[in-house]
C-alpha cells in the first residue's frame, strides 16, 4: 500500500534567499563547532566575534527579504513560509540573541564557561527560534521546538558544579519536554482527524464542529505551548530556572524562548485552529487571568530582584495572553495578532535591558537581594535613570515601549465588546495597578534609600554590556514615542499565510 | 482495520506515562514515563497513518522518535550531573530555591 503512494519523486525547487538566514546560522554553527575543536586556548577569543557576526549576518537577509516586494514566499508546498509576520519575529529573535550574546561576553570571560559550546548552543537555539517563525506543519514546528528547547536545557544547567544550576536545568528539562509530550499526543490526534500535517489544510477539515476528540487535540496543543510561555498553572518551572541559570541564560529563556513559544502558539492557533474557537477562547481566558494575578501577586512578595523578573515576566505573559482570549471573534483576529506581536517587541526591549542592568549592579553588589539596590542613584545616576526607564517600559507608563503593548491588548479586548472580554480587561486593568507595586519597589530602593554597605565606588560598564544598554533602552524609547513603526508591522496582519495561503 | 485497539492501546500507555510523571520522585522513572507517552505518540501515529492511507504520520513518527533520543540524552546527562553532584536523582530533594 505505501509502495502506492510513492511516485517518482522530483526535488522540490528552493527558494535561497528565503531561506538564507537559516543557512547563514547553520554555517555559523558549523564553523564554530570545528573551529573550538581544533584552535588552541589561547585563540579562543575569536570565537565570540564569530557568533557574533554570524548573528549579524544572519539579519542581512531578513532586511533584505523584508525590503523586497516579492510579498509572501511560500516554500517546501506551503509547509515553510517566509511572509511579514515571520519576517519581524525572525528579526527579534536574531537581535535579541545578539544582545544576549553581548550580555555574555564579559560574563564568559570571568566565569568558568566552556565558550565554544555555549555560543554553538545559544546559535543552535536561534536556529530553532527562526525556523519556528516560517513553520506552517506540524512537524516543522515540533522540529523547531525541539531544536530551541534542548540547547536551553543545557544552558540552563550550564555552572556544572553549582547546586542551583543543576537544579535550574532539571526542572527546566522535565517539564519541558513533558509539556512536548503531551503536545505531541494532542497533535496526534489532530492528525487522526484531519489526515494531514499541514496546518492550513487542518483548518479546512477540522471544521467547526465540536466532537470530543477535536476539543482534546486543541486543548492538548495549547496546554503543551503555555508551558512554554510559562503561563499559570504551568508556570511552576519558571521561578526556579530563572533565579538557577546564569543571569544571560535567564534573559535568553525570558525572552526569546517565551517569544518563540508565542509566536508558535499563534501560528498553530490562527492558521490551524481558526474554527475551533469555541475551545481555545475559554482556554486562553482563564490561563491569561490566571497568570496575571498570579504573577504579579507572587512577584510582591519576592526579595531576589531575578526571581522577582521572573515571577514579572510570567505576568507579562498574562498581558500577551489576553487579546488571544477573544481572537475568535468576528473582526478581531487581525488586532489581536497585531497586539500579540508589538507586546512581544516591546517587552523583549526592555526585558533584555532589565537584565543588562542587572548584571551591571551585581558586577560590583554581589547580591541578587533587591536591597542591594539601594541608593544606586547617588553613585550611579545612569544606570538607575535607565533602569528607571525599563521599569517604567513594563509597568506601561508612556512614552517607554510598555504602555502601546498594553494599549494594544485592550484596544482588541474592547474591540471585541462581549461580557467577557469587559471582564478580562477589568481583571488585566486591575493587574496593571498591581504591578506598580513591585517595579515601584525597586525605584524607591534606588532614589530613595540609603546604600545598604556605604560602598559607593562607581559601577564600571562594560563595553559590550554598554552596547547592549543601548540597543534595549533605544529601542524601548523609540517604541514608545514612536508607535506608528510597530503598528507597520502589525499591519502583515493578514499574517500568518493562511490568509494568504 | 483494529483502529479503536490501536487508539486504546495509544491512551492506556499516555496515562501510564502521565500518572508516572506525577507520581515517581526518581528522575530515572520520570524519563522512562515520558518514553512511554512518546511511543504513545507513536502508536496513535502510527495507527491513523495506516487509517488515513498517508505516510505523512509514519514520518512524524520517524522525526519524534529521532527526537525522543536526542532529549534522553540531554536528560540522562543531566540526571548523571546531579547524581556527581548530590549522590542522589530524587526530585524531591531538588528544593534549592523558594517561594
Known amino acids: 500500500m505505501l509502495s502506492a503512494l510513492a511516485t517518482a519523486w522530483t526535488s522540490p525547487s528552493i527558494d535561497y534567499h528565503a531561506l538564507a538566514p537559516e543557512i547563514i546560522l547553520g554555517g555559523g554553527i558549523v564553523l564554530l563547532l570545528l573551529l573550538d575543536l581544533?584552535?588552541?586556548?589561547?585563540?579562543?577569543?575569536?570565537?565570540?566575534?564569530?557568533?557574533?557576526?554570524?548573528?549579524?549576518?544572519?539579519?542581512?537577509?531578513?532586511?533584505?527579504?523584508?525590503?523586497?516586494?516579492?510579498?509572501?514566499?511560500?516554500?517546501?508546498?506551503?509547509r515553510y513560509m517566509v511572509d511579514d509576520f515571520s519576517l519581524v519575529m525572525k528579526g527579534l529573535f536574531l537581535l535579541a540573541g545578539y544582545v544576549v550574546i553581548l550580555l555574555t561576553a564579559d560574563h564568559l570571560r570571568e566565569g568558568d564557561y566552556y565558550q565554544g559550546e555555549y555560543w554553538f548552543l545559544l546559535l543552535t537555539s536561534l536556529l530553532g527560534m527562526v525556523m519556528m517563525a516560517s513553520s506552517r506543519d506540524m512537524v516543522s514546528i515540533f522540529v523547531s521546538l525541539e531544536l530551541l528547547s534542548i540547547p536551553a536545557y543545557m544552558m540552563a544547567?550550564?555552572?556544572?558544579?553549582?547546586?542551583?544550576?543543576?537544579?535550574?536545568?532539571?526542572?527546566?528539562?522535565?517539564?519541558?519536554?513533558?509539556?512536548?509530550?503531551?503536545?505531541?499526543?494532542?497533535?496526534?490526534?489532530?492528525?487522526?482527524?484531519?489526515?494531514?500535517?499541514?496546518?492550513?489544510?487542518?483548518a479546512t477539515y477540522l471544521g467547526s464542529d465540536l466532537t470530543s476528540l477535536r476539543a482534546l487535540a486543541v486543548f492538548f496543543i495549547v496546554v503543551g505551548f503555555a508551558f512554554k510561555v510559562s503561563a499559570v498553572p504551568f508556570h511552576t518551572w519558571a521561578p526556579d530556572t530563572y533565579q538557577g541559570a546564569p543571569t544571560p541564560v535567564t534573559a535568553f529563556l525570558s525572552v526569546a524562548s517565551k517569544a518563540a513559544g508565542f509566536v508558535a502558539l499563534v501560528t498553530v492557533v490562527f492558521v490551524a485552529f481558526p474554527g475551533s474557537h469555541d475551545v481555545w477562547?475559554?482556554?486562553?481566558?482563564?490561563?491569561?487571568?490566571?497568570?496575571?494575578?498570579?504573577?504579579?501577586?507572587?512577584?510582591?512578595?519576592?526579595t531576589n530582584i531575578v526571581r522577582m523578573l521572573a515571577y514579572s515576566s510570567i505576568a507579562q505573559g498574562g498581558f500577551i495572553l489576553m487579546p488571544l482570549a477573544v481572537a475568535g471573534v468576528d473582526g478581531v483576529a487581525n488586532s489581536a495578532l497585531r497586539s500579540v506581536v508589538t507586546y512581544l517587541l516591546v517587552y523583549a526591549a526592555t526585558n533584555l535591558g532589565v537584565f543588562a542592568i542587572v548584571m551591571v549592579v551585581a558586577r560590583k553588589t554581589r547580591s541578587g537581594e533587591i536591597s542591594s539596590y539601594g541608593g544606586l542613584f547617588s553613585y550611579a545616576p545612569g544606570i538607575a535613570t535607565l533602569m528607571t526607564m525599563f521599569m517604567a517600559s513594563l509597568a506601561g507608563i508612556p512614552p517607554f515601549g510598555g504602555w502601546f503593548g498594553k494599549f494594544t491588548a485592550f484596544q482588541s479586548l474592547v474591540s471585541a465588546g462581549t461580557t467577557w472580554s469587559y471582564v478580562l480587561a477589568i481583571i488585566g486593568g486591575i493587574n496593571s495597578a498591581v504591578a506598580f507595586g513591585y517595579y515601584g519597589k525597586i525605584l524607591r530602593e534606588?532614589?530613595?534609600?540609603?546604600?545598604?554597605?556605604?560602598?559607593?565606588?562607581?559601577?564600571?560598564?562594560?563595553?559590550?554590556?554598554?552596547?547592549?544598554?543601548?540597543?534595549?533602552?533605544?529601542?524601548?524609547?523609540?517604541?514608545?514615542?514612536?508607535?506608528?513603526?510597530?503598528?507597520?508591522?502589525?499591519?502583515?496582519?493578514?499574517?500568518?499565510?493562511?490568509?494568504?495561503? | 482495520m483494529l483502529l479503536n485497539e490501536f487508539l486504546m492501546l495509544g491512551a492506556v500507555l499516555f496515562c501510564i506515562g502521565v500518572y508516572g510523571v506525577i507520581v515517581r520522585k526518581n528522575a530515572v522513572l520520570v524519563l522512562m514515563s515520558i518514553e512511554l507517552i512518546l511511543n504513545s505518540v507513536n502508536i496513535n501515529l502510527l495507527?491513523?497513518?495506516?487509517?488515513?492511507?498517508?505516510?505523512?504520520?509514519?514520518?512524524?513518527?520517524?522525526?519524534?522518535?529521532?527526537?525522543?533520543?536526542?532529549?534522553?540524552?540531554?536528560?540522562?546527562?543531566?540526571?548523571?550531573?546531579?547524581?556527581r553532584n548530590r549522590r542522589s536523582v530524587g526530585l524531591d530533594e531538588l528544593s534549592e530555591m523558594k517561594g
Open chain 1, 446 to 501: 534606588m532614589w530613595m534609600k540609603p546604600v545598604p554597605d556605604g560602598d559607593t565606588t562607581p559601577v564600571t560598564v562594560y563595553s559590550s554590556l554598554g552596547v547592549a544598554l543601548g540597543i534595549t533602552s533605544i529601542s524601548t524609547l523609540v517604541l514608545g514615542t514612536f508607535p506608528g513603526i510597530v503598528i507597520h508591522f502589525g499591519d502583515i496582519a493578514g499574517l500568518t499565510g493562511a490568509f494568504i495561503k
Open chain 2, 47 to 83: 495507527a491513523f497513518s495506516l487509517r488515513n492511507n498517508s505516510v505523512d504520520g509514519h514520518t512524524f513518527a520517524l522525526y519524534v522518535i529521532a527526537v525522543a533520543a536526542a532529549e534522553v540524552g540531554v536528560g540522562l546527562a543531566m540526571v548523571l550531573l546531579m547524581y
Open chain 1, 38 to 78: 581544533f584552535l588552541p586556548d589561547a585563540k579562543k577569543w575569536v570565537l565570540t566575534p564569530l557568533a557574533s557576526f554570524t548573528v549579524l549576518g544572519a539579519f542581512i537577509p531578513v532586511l533584505t527579504l523584508a525590503l523586497s516586494n516579492q510579498g509572501v514566499r511560500s516554500l517546501f508546498d506551503g
Open chain 1, 157 to 202: 544547567a550550564w555552572r556544572k558544579r553549582d547546586l542551583r544550576s543543576n537544579e535550574a536545568g532539571m526542572k527546566y528539562y522535565l517539564l519541558g519536554v513533558f509539556a512536548s509530550a503531551l503536545m505531541l499526543y494532542g497533535m496526534s490526534l489532530l492528525y487522526g482527524i484531519t489526515g494531514s500535517t499541514k496546518l492550513v489544510e487542518i
Open chain 1, 281 to 302: 477562547q475559554p482556554v486562553f481566558w482563564i490561563l491569561s487571568a490566571l497568570t496575571m494575578t498570579v504573577g504579579n501577586f507572587l512577584a510582591l512578595k519576592q
